[in-house]
């Protein structure tokens, strides 16, 4: 890699209960001052993975290291991450400011700085007053700050956050992402971030680690990950898509040669590097209706659902496969009625072959 | 992190520590009645003859009708005690918010928190200046009433674990009142109420020090008359009998054990 | 419309009271046969002892005024304290106290290690700890007796190993009384115990650790204060019928180590019995109790504040 040291570096990493394997030779390399997401379907290994770093579980076999040093053997308490829990575990019995002043406790701070920086934190997190209630007193959303404010007043190298925001209702989880953003940026801290919500991964992270089986699947940008996705799984799993088998004519280099449905030729961006039959993942807002002249595949409209802002059509290709379009809502468009033919155009770059 | 945070160095030896004191003394008592000898001290070759000698010897007819009376008082004092506790349940966690609920909650509770030695010479007092002569009669009042709190709490706590939606649903399907607890709540409550018997039963069959102040002359349980003889020394019948008395309780737990787990698998 | 449980008749919930009278039983037998003859009690400590037993009906401060109060053996002292009772109640709380500790030294580990096994395993571990619960107290205080006398498997065994050269007394000493009621009452400590440590939330404990605490850290700031009302309920149980016990003291104790249970049964036994002097010493222990039970009760209520919004 790079001369920059990796704050996380999870080498090779596989976790086994019993005969079971939660973590599957697992790498993956997270920079200092990042917003690192793990992405992916309840029971992939996600928790799993934190808890090694955090030092609750042990590790099978492969290696974590924090910043160069192996980790493996060192108690919870003597690594420099801290961990919000998904319950968040604030201490029942005892005040919101003991709750975060404990770490620092623990640290050995003395009464009145520990005292000044639970202070601090707590403005941080905007529940200055609420210092002296006790967890239980506290609604979802603020004891879901104070675990925040506990688990970063210790000033953590790598933060770890487990679910924090599945607990939430919609309108504060929304709120939340953008505090923790920000929250992030302004500490420097690199911040872990688990979640099975993509939306909750795509509007916040630096990078996303999609996960399945216990196995990475992609690593990348948000963007890298919507668009360029490199596996069926992946490409179903973010945002919403089509997939269809296409046979390969010609592969050249990162693009190929494919036929569609209808006969039709496409020169796209591949990720595969062999022939044969593929699934071809296409986008449904990236699609156009259009005359049937210009087409690259025609369909038969079979049903039109409104959603506000979009509407989607769902239609039949000629070869018989169900396909999805969605449409902008707007005064501009001819919305095509039930059984009408039509004609719909690829975008540039909307589709794209997978490599299984 | 080597084991996580359940683990704790040492306490798995407490744990071992502890079963071998609470059993320790039961085991070696269980051994030393099979001894031979008649001395208590020396080991003579294994035998059952201090079983021949609680049903035969001089001391025979003595224990056979202190057991006599323990069985059936314990019997008696059950059965009563779980019925009373039974309705008592019931009217508890289905009668609603009523006035007095609490103090209610607290009377059952009472014989578990006053002391038995002060139960016992409140008892005695009040028999005396009540002017009933003490005898079997009292043993058995004094036996049901410090039995219902034993009785209550598996019934209790089974009865609240029952959804009111299946009284209501039998209610719904044109159950009377009376039908819908005999053919409903009852049979599900009963592995709460089986409990409730065992633990009452057993807990009479224990008991010494109240039983102790109001049997009046002559008369005797199992416990008293085991006292009674132990004050002369521990003698190898003695060993015998509580050897009958640890089975007889073995049953009881695997019983109440087994009532259990049938109970669980139910709703 | 009525919802499914009001509809077969009856109406509404209004049959819900009409259970009221299914308590009848328990309020009459625990009514006249616990709470009257306790009132009576009190009443009885209140009046003037007769020779052989039994009482005079006349009010008097007599039987407190003998624990409390010291005049001499013709009353003609001036008044002191009179410690003999004192004493032994003093030494029924601390040997109690001594025994809750124990019992709390070993039920605390016990209870953790089993409710950390797995579910599977639990109940086979619980089902061990309550058999002896379910056995004679009495048949296990003789048992316990017949172990460590003198020449009892204890000593002998010690001694053909080799550990000990000469038999240990322990009958009839307060260690040997200390280990009746630790024997007698650790299954009481243990099960309370248990349930809390069951509904222990172990994240608490990761997040201790992830925040720089160490493990024993951890069990001090954070496990100890959390399963508390477990905690005080098994010490309860354990403390009060320690205070009261008659069997251990008098079995294992013999005359040395008098405790409460023993003075007050001498009271009702015989010529040389005092009832009211009886009464007033179970008054006495009766207060005492009950103002343990206060302290769970602060402690149980404090318990279900926190856990309130949870
Ligand atoms: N202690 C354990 N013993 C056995 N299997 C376990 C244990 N902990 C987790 N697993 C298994 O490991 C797999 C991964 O679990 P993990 O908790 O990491 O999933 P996750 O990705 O966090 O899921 P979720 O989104 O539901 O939280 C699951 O199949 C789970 O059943
Ligand atoms: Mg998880």
Not at chain 1, 60 to 89: C, K, M, S
Not at chain 1, 96 to 116: I, P, Q, Y
Not at chain 3, 223 to 240: D, H, M, S, T, W
Not at chain 3, 252 to 259: E, I, Q
Request: hydrophobic fraction near 50%.
């Amino acid at each position: 890699m790079a001369a920059v040291q990796d704050a996380v570096d999870i080498r090779n990493v596989t976790k086994r209960y019993g005969s079971f394997t939660a973590l599957d030779g697992v790498s993956l390399g997270i920079a200092d001052n990042e917003f690192f997401t793990l992405l992916g379907p309840s029971g992939c290994g996600k928790t799993t993975l934190l808890r090694m770093i955090a030092g609750f579980e042990e590790i099978t076999q492969g290696e974590i290291r924090l910043f160069g040093d192996p980790i493996a053997g060192r108690d919870p308490n003597h690594r420099p991450v801290n961990t919000v829990f998904q319950h968040y575990a604030l201490f029942p019995h005892m005040t919101v400011r003991d709750n975060v002043a404990f770490g620092l406790k623990m640290k050995g701070m003395d009464a009145a700085s520990r005292r000044a920086r639970a202070e601090r934190m707590l403005e941080m997190v905007h529940l200055s007053a609420f210092a002296d209630r006790m967890p239980a007193q506290l609604s979802g959303g603020q004891q879901q700050r104070v675990a925040l404010a506990r688990a970063l007043a210790p000033e953590p190298r790598v933060l770890l956050l487990d679910e924090p925001l599945s607990a939430l209702d919609l309108k504060l989880r929304q709120a939340m992402r953008v505090e923790l953003k920000q929250l992030q940026e302004e500490t420097g801290i690199t911040f872990i971030f688990v979640t099975h919500d993509q939306e909750e991964a795509l509007t916040m992270s630096d990078r996303i680690a999609v996960m399945s089986a216990g196995q990475v699947q992609q690593i990348g940008t948000a963007r890298e990950i919507y668009e360029a996705p490199v596996n069926r799984f992946v490409a179903d799993f973010i945002g919403e898509t089509n997939l269809i088998e296409v046979e390969v004519t010609r592969v050249d280099g990162d693009r190929a040669e494919v036929v569609l449905p209808g006969g039709h030729r496409l020169t796209c961006p591949s990720a595969s590097r062999t022939g044969g039959r593929h699934a071809l993942s296409i986008r449904p807002e990236r699609m156009s209706v259009v005359a049937e002249a210009g087409a690259d595949m025609l369909a038969v409209v079979e049903r039109v659902v409104y959603l506000g802002t979009d509407l989607q059509l769902m239609v039949r290709l000629e070869g018989g496969a169900e396909f999805h379009v969605r449409l902008q809502n707007s005064a501009r468009i001819a919305v095509p009625e039930p059984g009408a033919r039509i004609g719909l155009r690829i975008e540039d770059g909307a589709a794209r072959l997978l490599a299984d | 992190m080597s084991r996580g945070v359940r683990h704790y160095p040492g306490f798995g030896w407490m744990t071992v520590l502890c079963l071998v004191i609470l059993y320790a003394p039961l085991i070696v008592v269980t051994v030393y009645s099979f001894n031979g000898s008649t001395s208590i001290t020396t080991w003579g070759g294994f035998s059952l003859r201090w079983y021949v000698d609680v049903f035969t010897g001089p001391e025979a007819p003595r224990f056979k009708a202190a057991a006599w009376n323990s069985l059936t008082i314990a019997l008696i004092a059950a059965t009563v005690a779980t019925a009373i506790a039974t309705a008592a349940a019931v009217a508890m966690h289905r009668a609603g918010g009523f006035r007095g609920r609490s103090l209610t909650f607290a009377l059952i509770n009472l014989p578990l928190m006053v002391p038995e030695i002060v139960v016992a010479v409140a008892t005695l007092i009040f028999f005396t200046m009540v002017g009933i002569t003490t005898g079997y009669m009292t043993i058995l009042i004094a036996h049901i009433t410090f039995c219902i709190p034993f009785a209550y709490l598996p019934i209790a706590a089974r009865l609240q674990g029952i959804d009111e939606g299946y009284e209501q649903a039998a209610r719904d399907l044109y159950a009377g009142r009376g039908q819908a607890f005999f053919l409903v709540l009852l049979p599900l409550m009963l592995p709460g109420v089986i409990s409730g018997y065992l633990l009452a039963f057993i807990i009479s069959l224990d008991d010494f020090i109240i039983t102790n102040f109001v049997k009046g002359a002559g008369m005797e349980t199992l416990p008293t008359a085991i006292f009674g003889s132990v004050k002369q020394g521990i003698k190898p019948n003695i060993m015998a009998i509580s050897t009958l008395m640890l089975a007889v309780s073995a049953v009881f737990v695997t019983l109440s054990y087994l009532v259990n787990r049938v109970g669980r698998k139910s709703p | 419309m009525a919802g499914p449980g009001t509809s077969g008749g009856g109406g509404g919930g209004g049959w819900r009271p009409l259970l009221v009278p299914l308590l009848m039983p328990t309020w009459l037998t625990i009514g006249i046969f616990l709470v009257l003859p306790v009132a009576l009690m009190a009443v009885y400590s209140f009046l003037t002892k007769e020779f052989r037993g039994g009482v005079i009906w006349d009010f008097t401060l007599a039987a407190y005024d003998q624990f409390f109060v010291d005049r001499g053996l013709f009353g003609d002292e001036p008044p002191a304290i009179e410690w003999t009772y004192i004493a032994i109640f003093w030494r029924s709380i601390w040997q109690a106290g001594l025994a809750t500790l124990f019992c709390l030294l070993v039920g605390f580990p016990t209870a953790w290690f089993i409710a950390t096994r797995p579910a599977s395993q639990r109940g086979v571990w619980l089902f061990l700890i309550t058999i002896p619960y379910w056995v004679n107290l009495l048949i296990r205080t003789v048992s316990l007796k017949f172990l460590i006398r003198d020449n009892g498997p204890l000593n002998e065994g010690l001694m053909a190993l080799g550990v000990l050269d000469a038999p240990v007394t322990l009958v009839n000493t307060n260690l040997a009384v200390q280990l009746g009621l630790f024997y007698s009452y650790l299954p009481f400590m243990v099960l309370p115990i248990y349930a809390a440590v069951e509904r222990y939330n172990f994240a608490l404990s990761e997040a201790a650790a992830d925040l720089y605490a160490s493990r024993w850290v951890t069990l001090r700031e954070i496990v100890i204060p959390v399963v508390k009302p477990g905690i005080v309920a098994g010490c309860i149980l354990v403390f009060v019928p320690s205070l009261g016990a008659f069997l251990a003291p008098d079995l294992l104790g013999g005359a040395k180590t008098f405790m409460i249970g023993s003075l007050i049964e001498e009271q009702f036994k015989g010529s040389l019995g005092n009832w009211p002097f009886g009464a007033a010493a179970s008054m006495i222990l009766m207060t005492l109790v009950l103002c343990a039970l206060m302290v769970y009760a602060r402690s149980a209520s404090q318990a279900a504040g926190q856990g309130a919004a949870r």
